[in-house]
């Protein structure tokens, strides 16, 4: 798994494998081992926890776009990249307006099908056009909103069933 975060000190970037954790910051990378972990619980779809064979517990918990981790006595907040948002929830069969707009053209309609990263519709905000992709091959099961309506934030616009 990659993450992409901006930081008070520039983009940083966490890529996830088994045992380590890799940090690229500032063109720079350190691997950093990650203890075995003994258990994980997930509350979806905003946090959850892990817990290490050591004992330890790292905390983790997403509000928006920004991610918050706590560890040892110590909290970190990140925001997540913006064009990381069209496909952060990649499993969900929702999708949802990354920000307040206008559905300006409409592309989905039920029993469409799409491939990963097609244009299912486009979002008009702050005088800008926005692609809204598919995070995933799928085909539309529901449209709930219609072009030409105004939706809010994380305001779910189209389901849709993985292929």
């Not at 691997?31 to 946090?47: A, D, M, R, W, Y």
């Amino acid at each position: 798994m990659m993450l992409r975060l901006d930081t008070h000190e520039g983009e940083l970037s966490l890529i996830f494998s088994h045992n380590n954790v890799k940090i690229i910051h500032n063109r720079k990378v350190e691997t950093v081992p990650l203890p075995k972990v003994s258990n994980k619980t997930n509350e979806p779809p905003f946090g959850g926890q892990i817990v290490f064979e050591t004992g330890s517990i790292l905390t983790y918990l997403q509000v928006r776009n920004e991610i918050f981790l706590h560890y040892l006595g110590d909290t970190w907040s990140f925001r997540r990249k913006e064009r990381e948002l069209a496909l952060a929830g990649s499993d969900s069969p929702e999708i949802k307006s990354p920000m307040p707009g206008k559905i300006i053209q409409m592309f989905g309609e039920p029993g469409k099908k799409f491939s990963r990263g097609e244009t299912i519709l486009i979002l008009e905000a702050m005088k800008m056009e926005n692609a809204i992709k598919a995070p995933f091959d799928c085909k539309v099961s529901q449209v709930l909103r219609a072009q030409g309506e105004i939706v809010q934030q994380d305001e779910p616009l189209i389901l849709l069933d993985k292929i």
